[in-house]
């Protein structure tokens, strides 16, 4: 059974709809308040803090996907060039490294106006979406902090297909 036959969405609160998806993923979550709920999701190479909060005054379902991540002070031009390659190849969603928090962020706006109501399997693919593009291009943001590889170089490995695992 699809999570739009389970439940219908048209009479549902944003956040309500994200809290069913939840439970249904069995996600740990916290709903923060009627309009925010946070989440952990475990992925391959780490737990991604996932807040989505509904913003009523431009009717818009915000997504926040952050990691910890603390590149050295001497690779953050490198970081950035690689923030902006990988925003060049994204069509959803942006990421941002916030330095005072020390957070990589993964941003997305789903924008819901004129009384327009989300589906269970949009905002299922839109965390989908978030943590797919964490997990896609954490290995090339490490290699530009840690491993001290040129931008263009450390893309290759969020680009390339993977078949199988090590």
């Not at 994200?18 to 925010?36: K, L, M, N």
């Not at 693919?125 to 590889?149: H, S, T």
Request: net charge negative.
């Amino acid at each position: 059974m699809s999570l739009s036959e389970q439940l219908n969405t048209d009479d549902l609160h944003p956040i309500d709809i994200v809290e069913h998806i939840a439970e249904y993923r069995d996600w740990d979550f916290d709903r923060v308040g009627d309009d925010q709920i946070a989440m952990a999701i475990e992925g391959q190479w780490r737990t991604y803090s996932i807040t989505l909060a509904w913003m009523p005054h431009d009717e818009t379902l915000r997504l926040i996907c952050t990691f910890e991540m603390e590149p050295p002070a001497h690779r953050m031009a490198a970081l950035h060039d690689i923030l902006n390659r990988t925003n060049d190849a994204l069509w959803a969603g942006a990421f941002t490294y916030w330095a005072e928090q020390r957070l990589m962020v993964y941003r997305y706006g789903l924008v819901l106006a004129g009384g327009m109501h989300a589906s269970a399997e949009q905002i299922d693919r839109m965390i989908a979406a978030a943590v797919g593009a964490a997990e896609r291009y954490y290995p090339a943001f490490q290699l530009v902090a840690w491993g001290d590889r040129a931008p263009e170089e450390a893309l290759k490995v969020a680009i390339a297909e993977a078949y199988g695992r090590a």
